[in-house]
Every structure is written in structure tokens, then in C-alpha cells.
């Protein structure tokens, strides 16, 4: 009787010792499961955090893109303006001159006179002998135009002297002829006008006596 007792003892000892061992696997491995899952969830919420910041930079990369590409918009509106501009004031201009062209007439004749051709000698403004010859022509072939026919005579002179002098020389040149017309020719006074451009707009270089001379001229051009 006692060793059945003894025996019923040591069998309930070894179930509690085999439930005791059960449960501690158990907790075992409902730990190593926890850190499993710990794990996992730390590797996604690593790969979650970055993929919100790659999400932030590429946002930031997107901003940037935009505002390079509002910039180059803003730039190309700018040269279109730009360009528009210049178009108007090359139309506008185009305009004037035609205006322009319409107010003063169309070119029916232009004679030049130099020294080589019989016009003036250097700082000279009275006319030579062969300057009226070619004046007395031009208005024979003049006398055919309409009578709405306006004389520009432009004085020029050689690059020796004073700038100054030179414009000034440059407009009696012009008034000789001017009065020649008119005394000679009895041409109105108010279809004449005079310029002198002096030694800005040379017809040949400067550096030889042979260029001076064809710079000391009057040009006259007959508009109609």
C-alpha cells in the first residue's frame, strides 16, 4: 500500500514537472515569436521611415523642377516680349520711314561735285567755274519735273581743320550753290534746303589728297 502511494506520488510529481516544462517551452516560445515579430515590425517601420523620406526628397526634387521650369517659362515669355518689342519698333520705324519717304518724294536726280569733278579747293566754299556748269545743267534736266520738286544740297569737306570749322564750312558750300540757283534760275528759296554733314560722311578715305578731294563735294538731290 505504501509503495503504491509512493508510486502515485512520484507519477503526479513527474506530470507537474513535465507541465512545469511544458509551460516554460511555451513562454519560450512565445519569446522568441515576440522577437521575431519585434524584429519584423523594426524592419518595417525602418523601411516605412524611408520610404516617407526618399517620398520627402523626391518631393522636394519635383519643387525644385517646377521652379527651374516656371523660371525657364518666365524667360522665354520675357525674350518673346522682348522680341515682340524690337518687331513693333521695327514696324513703327519701317513706318516713319515710309512716311517720310512719302512727305520728301521720291529721288529723280543726284549730282555731286568735288574738286576732281570742278568744286571746291581745300577750306574753299565760293563756287568754281566748273561748279556752275554742272549746276546750269542739272536744272535743264530738272526743268521737266513736277512743280512739287524739293533741292536738298548737302555740304561735305575733307578731314583737315577743326570739326567745328569743317561743319561750317561744309554748310557755306551748300548756301553758295543755293544762291546760285536762285539768282541764276530763279529757283524758290522754300523748295531749297541746306545741310552740312563737315567730315562725317567721307566718300573716300582721308589718308590720301586724291580721297580729300573727292570729300570736299556738295551733293544735291532733286525729290519729286
Known amino acids: 500500500m505504501r509503495k503504491?502511494?509512493?508510486?502515485v506520488k512520484m507519477m503526479a510529481l513527474a506530470a507537474v514537472i513535465v507541465l512545469v516544462a511544458s509551460a516554460c517551452a511555451t513562454r519560450g516560445f512565445v519569446r522568441t515569436e515576440d522577437a521575431v515579430v519585434d524584429a519584423k515590425v523594426d524592419?518595417?517601420?525602418?523601411?516605412?521611415?524611408e520610404t516617407q523620406e526618399r517620398t520627402l526628397q523626391n518631393g522636394e526634387r519635383i519643387d525644385q523642377v517646377d521652379q527651374r521650369a516656371q523660371a525657364a517659362?518666365?524667360?522665354?515669355q520675357t525674350s518673346q516680349a522682348a522680341a515682340d518689342?524690337?518687331?513693333?519698333?521695327?514696324?513703327?520705324?519701317?513706318?516713319?520711314?515710309?512716311?517720310?519717304?512719302?512727305?520728301?518724294?521720291?529721288?529723280?536726280?543726284?549730282v555731286?561735285?568735288?574738286?576732281?569733278?570742278?568744286?571746291?579747293?581745300?577750306?574753299?566754299?565760293?563756287?568754281?567755274?566748273?561748279?556752275r556748269a554742272r549746276l546750269?545743267?542739272?536744272?535743264?534736266?530738272?526743268?521737266?519735273?513736277?512743280?512739287?520738286a524739293f533741292i536738298e544740297i548737302e555740304g561735305h569737306?575733307?578731314?583737315?581743320?577743326d570739326e567745328s570749322f569743317n561743319m561750317q564750312l561744309g554748310l557755306r558750300r551748300a548756301e553758295a550753290v543755293k544762291s546760285y540757283l536762285?539768282?541764276?534760275?530763279?529757283?524758290?528759296?522754300?523748295?531749297?534746303?541746306t545741310i552740312s554733314y563737315g567730315e562725317s560722311r567721307p566718300a573716300a578715305p582721308n589718308d590720301t589728297s586724291d580721297g580729300r578731294a573727292q570729300n570736299r563735294r556738295i551733293v544735291i538731290k532733286v525729290r519729286g
Open 182 to 193: 536762285y539768282e541764276q534760275h530763279n529757283v524758290p528759296l522754300h523748295k531749297m534746303n
Open 43 to 49: 524592419t518595417l517601420a525602418g523601411t516605412v521611415e
Open 157 to 161: 569737306t575733307d578731314n583737315l581743320g
Open 73 to 76: 517659362n518666365m524667360a522665354a
Open 85 to 110: 518689342a524690337a518687331q513693333m519698333s521695327a514696324d513703327e520705324a519701317g513706318g516713319r520711314v515710309g512716311a517720310v519717304e512719302t512727305v520728301i518724294g521720291t529721288l529723280i536726280s543726284q
Open 4 to 7: 503504491t502511494r509512493t508510486t
Open 136 to 148: 546750269d545743267q542739272l536744272v535743264v534736266q530738272i526743268q521737266g519735273a513736277s512743280e512739287s
Open 112 to 131: 555731286t561735285i568735288n574738286e576732281a569733278q570742278g568744286g571746291f579747293g581745300s577750306s574753299q566754299s565760293e563756287l568754281p567755274d566748273a561748279a
